[in-house]
């Protein structure tokens, strides 16, 4: 297993080796955040009037029992869908004003994603699961095929590049997933429950490489997790209980 | 995403699922090929039916005889000729130069004596005719210029056509073998059996026996069916040109199985520029003067009864692709339905509604071309496997065999139509999966 060291030679590289630098951290603002979901025909509220800040280029971890609304508040900030009420600012961006084609734009070059279950394509190769990422922003073949082999090797799996998501382990699907989630560039990061369905040791590289991407690309990093020794490392921790934030 | 990159990926969404993507495009293939062959059969049946009609010739084909209309016979397929009437270069050139007229073949007739070789058959022929063959006979040959034999109803049967400018070889018609005795399921047997023939002339100074006829020897070469004019030999318009010329110089009427021709063509071939044409060409013929007779009324008919079948397959085949699309649309609904995360997903990483729709709608349109693609083939392969079929019963029949009319009308508007299909079929499910929320990527309903 690479070490850290390692990993932070080989992001650095991808730096390097880029014309153009990553997408400088952005900076989150959430003012009055309330969101709630219809069940068996009742409204169930889930964020109430939340108000909190992510500095630029801040590494936040969002801890929360099963239900509090952890991802739901990271799919309002990642854009998969509008708030139904507040507001949500990331970088220049008003999630509320935003929706469709203009949701799209901002997913594909402001957010990386990283789900708890990787969201791999169990189709594409690793390699062209990174692709993907590049393929969705109009990047020539040639130059995403080249990019994307960087990215896999900066996490460490050039040599799975062919293999897909089936033939991988879970750290290793979760790595492939990083990279893909590097690809744009984001400035910001959402990682919901990245080492949620990994062993300790992959939990731990995993981790050790969003942390990498984060202190290398200044990009914002938002984590979330159950596991309160990885949410500990993070400069900011907040709670997510009964639909409120509170710092941990 | 572009076309390019969305068809990448929906091929690999194809794969995805490998049995249900061979099921579903086994659907569309079986309904294309059931769509395929039944037109193509309809087609070939509907080619061999009106070149029946056409007895071999083109289907705008107006016989002209050289004699004057019959007013009351005019719209008549069959008309009965009026009273003769000379055939001339001039009326040749005035009919050729219709608007509506493609193209025109004279036919000279001429009355002769033929002497057929006893045995009337090839020595290598297996079985000799029991019956006696007559010493002479009188018949009439058909003269027309072989270069435009695919203009006359001229069909071959066995052999060949003799050469356009040769005065030593002819071909003769079924008519011949059965006037022999011969069979005439075995054309060949008559190939290459001298046959000589006499243009009989009168002299007024022979006193009681006045006839007299110029001998040619020829040679069959062919057996053919014609219906250019009545008469049993076929051969170069220059022979029989030669035998009506010394005929016509007689010096008296003959009595009996002749008569001294006028006309310097017995009839013509006019070919119209379409079907829809020949009932104001021949009108118009009928104006110059002559008389003519066109299947057209039958071919009309008779092209309704074929449109009427033709639909009638078409409509089976295309029910078929109608359900095999349907086939498609439940394979993508329940793909979608397998897939609302990893569409998610798409959109969680920057896809757009159009390019999650741009690839299921691929996806159907893959489907829907593979099946038509290989469904197409087959049903070419079905038909042409019906065709031999056919083809062995017709000639066990003693019949000409048929060619299979595979359109590439047909084969194209397989594969285009089981695409366009596949692409409609796809649409709903597509748009559905289009509208799936991005949030979908988290798990989260």
């Known amino acids: ?248 | 995403m572009s076309w390019r990159d969305a068809l990448a990926l929906a091929r690999k969404g194809v794969t995805r699922r490998l049995g249900r993507a061979f099921l579903t495009v086994l659907s569309v293939a079986l309904a294309a090929a059931l769509l395929t062959a039944l037109l193509t059969i309809a087609q070939t049946g509907r080619t061999e039916v009106l070149r029946q009609l056409a007895k071999g010739g083109p289907l705008a084909g107006i016989k002209v005889v050289a004699a004057a209309p019959d007013p009351a016979q005019i719209a008549n397929d069959n008309a009965r000729p009026g009273p003769p009437k000379d055939l001339g270069d001039d009326a040749v050139r005035a009919i050729a130069g219709l608007p509506e007229v493609d193209s025109v073949v004279p036919v000279v007739t001429s009355r002769m004596i033929f002497l057929p070789p006893d045995p009337p058959v090839r020595a290598d022929t297996p079985k000799q005719p029991s019956a006696k063959v007559p010493r002479f006979f009188f018949e009439t040959m058909v003269g027309v210029d072989m270069n435009k034999s695919s203009l006359l109803p001229v069909t071959l049967l066995a052999g060949r056509l003799p050469s356009a400018e040769s005065l030593t070889e002819v071909a003769v018609t079924t008519g011949y073998l059965e006037r022999l005795e011969l069979n005439p399921l075995e054309p060949e047997a008559v190939l290459g059996t001298e046959l000589e023939m006499g243009s009989p002339r009168v002299f007024e100074s022979l006193g009681d026996q006045p006839l007299r006829a110029q001998w040619q020897r020829t040679v069959i070469v062919g057996v053919v069916a014609q219906e250019a004019a009545p008469g049993q030999v076929l051969a170069p318009i220059q022979q029989a040109t030669l035998g009506r010329d010394w005929t016509r110089q007689s010096d008296a009427e003959p009595e009996g199985d002749f008569s001294i021709p006028t006309s310097p063509y017995s009839g013509l071939v006019v070919v119209a520029r379409g079907l829809d044409s020949i009932g104001k060409v021949r009108t118009q013929i009928t104006r110059i003067g002559y008389s003519t007779s066109a299947p057209e009324n039958l071919i009309a008919s008779v092209q309704r009864y074929l449109r009427v079948i033709e639909i009638v397959l078409a409509s089976i085949g295309a029910i078929a692709l109608v359900i095999a699309s349907l086939g498609i649309a439940s394979a993508l609904l329940a793909a979608i339905r397998e897939r609302r995360r990893e569409i998610g997903v798409l959109k969680a990483i920057g896809a757009r509604d159009r390019d999650v729709l741009r690839i299921f709608l691929i996806e159907a349109s893959l489907i829907g071309a593979i099946g038509g693609a290989v469904g197409t083939l087959a049903g070419a392969l079905i038909a042409q496997a019906v065709g031999s079929v056919v083809n062995g019963y017709l000639i066990g029949q003693g019949l000409l065999p048929i060619d299979l009319d595979l359109s590439p009308l047909i084969i194209a508007g397989g594969v285009i139509g089981s695409t366009v299909l596949a692409f409609a079929a796809g649409t709903v499910p597509a748009r559905r999966a289009a509208r799936l929320p991005a949030k979908e990527a988290m798990g989260v309903v």
Do not use: W
């Not at chain 1, 979901?37 to 108000?51: K, M, N, Q």
């Open chain 1, 1 to 248: 297993m690479p070490n850290r060291a390692a990993c932070r030679l080989r992001l650095a590289s991808v730096s390097l080796s880029t014309p153009r630098p990553l997408e400088s951290g952005l900076a989150i603002e959430v003012r009055g955040l309330t969101h709630s979901y219809r069940s068996d025909g009742r409204e169930l509220r889930v964020l109430g009037d939340l108000d909190f800040n992510v500095e630029p280029g801040g590494y936040t971890s969002i801890t929360g029992a099963s239900g509090a609304g952890k991802t739901t508040l990271l799919t309002l900030l990642g854009g998969l869908e509008p708030p139904h009420a507040g507001c949500v600012q990331v970088g220049s961006y008003d999630l509320r004003l935003l929706s469709g084609d203009d949701l799209a734009a901002y997913r594909r070059s402001s957010v990386g994603f990283v789900f708890q279950h990787s969201g791999l394509l169990e189709t594409l190769t690793a390699l062209e699961n990174v692709e993907l990422a590049f393929t969705l922003s109009g990047t020539s073949q040639r130059r995403r095929r080249h990019k994307a082999k960087t990215l896999l090797s900066a996490v460490g799996l050039s040599e799975r590049a062919i293999h897909q998501p089936a033939q991988l382990s879970g750290g290793e699907r979760q790595r492939v997933a990083i990279a893909r989630a590097l690809a744009n560039r984001p400035g910001l990061v959402l990682a919901d429950e990245p080492t949620g369905n990994l062993d300790e040791a992959s939990a731990e590289r995993v981790v050790a490489l969003l942390e990498e991407l984060h202190a290398t690309s200044r990009c914002t990093l938002v984590l979330i997790t159950h596991n309160p020794s990885i949410a500990a490392r993070a400069d900011q921790r907040l709670l997510l209980t009964g639909g409120k934030l509170t710092p941990a």
